[in-house]
């Protein structure tokens, strides 16, 4: 992704901003109790950081769902739309995503000039949200030989215990979902970026990138939900995952 030069992208960190205390520094996510005039001020670093005369932050209110919102025109409607993803065509529109474990993809048509952003919880993937906007983007005119995917920090399998009922709703879906669990000490792991790499690979896109970097670990200071929740804290911070066409 980082050699399509119509595009700028990133995910950040929870390095760089304003917030203190658990929230410490870049957390972006207005769904927080973080004061919303620090958010406010992440929020403008990060896009100072995309391009400085671009527009505001395009966000969504995320619901883990398979909902998107397509983005062909001027925006004049400023309400947040309840969805998981967003697609676009229009220049100069920053579109994210924000996550604390869960997977944010960046996809981008450099022939169709066409971005996506996905937010993919376990709720999200396993109810069609990657396929869904592949799906449309090829309605649209996307080629799936020109669509790129870039796969951002999430939680690894080797942190993401999940319960049997959880275990049991995958291989009920499908019994070759059983490659992405892995049993240790009587415990079950979920591989949820392996799960959505191949999704992408099921909808024929090869051109993949993963950043293998686990959110839980926190060497690699980004926000985690199931972290913070280990340490008993009250609430958390988001990261962000960003694109824009140039």
Not at 33 to 52: A, E, F, G
Not at 55 to 75: A, E, G, P, T
Not at 186 to 210: A, C, T
Request: charged content about 25%.
């Amino acid at each position: 992704m980082s050699k399509i030069n119509i595009i700028k992208h990133g995910f950040f960190n929870r390095n760089g901003g304003k917030s203190t205390g658990i929230y410490k520094s870049l957390n972006c996510g207005p769904g927080s109790s973080d004061k919303k005039n620090n958010i406010k001020k992440n929020l403008t670093i990060v896009k100072k950081k995309i391009c400085k005369n671009s527009k505001n932050i395009f966000l969504v209110n995320q619901i883990h769902s398979n909902k998107f919102i397509y983005i062909n025109k001027k925006i004049t409607n400023k309400k947040k739309h309840k969805a998981d993803a967003i697609i676009t065509n229009q220049k100069r529109l920053p579109i994210a995503v924000l996550t604390a474990d869960c997977v944010p993809l960046l996809i981008c048509d450099k022939k169709q000039k066409i971005i996506a952003a996905i937010h993919a919880g376990w709720k999200g993937a396993f109810s069609g949200i990657v396929s869904k906007v592949l799906n449309f983007m090829s309605k649209i005119g996307c080629k799936k030989k020109n669509i790129c995917v870039a796969i951002g920090p999430c939680i690894k399998q080797m942190n993401y215990e999940v319960k049997t009922d959880f275990y049991k709703r995958f291989l009920k879906k499908h019994k070759k979902n059983v490659i992405f669990f892995k049993k240790r000490k009587n415990l079950i792991y979920f591989d949820l970026s392996g799960y959505i790499k191949s999704q992408l690979r099921f909808n024929k896109i090869s051109n993949i990138d993963m950043i293998n970097k686990d959110t839980f670990d926190k060497k690699n200071n980004f926000f985690s939900a199931r972290r913070s929740l280990r340490l008993k804290h009250a609430d958390y911070g988001r990261n962000i995952s960003i694109i824009m066409i140039n």
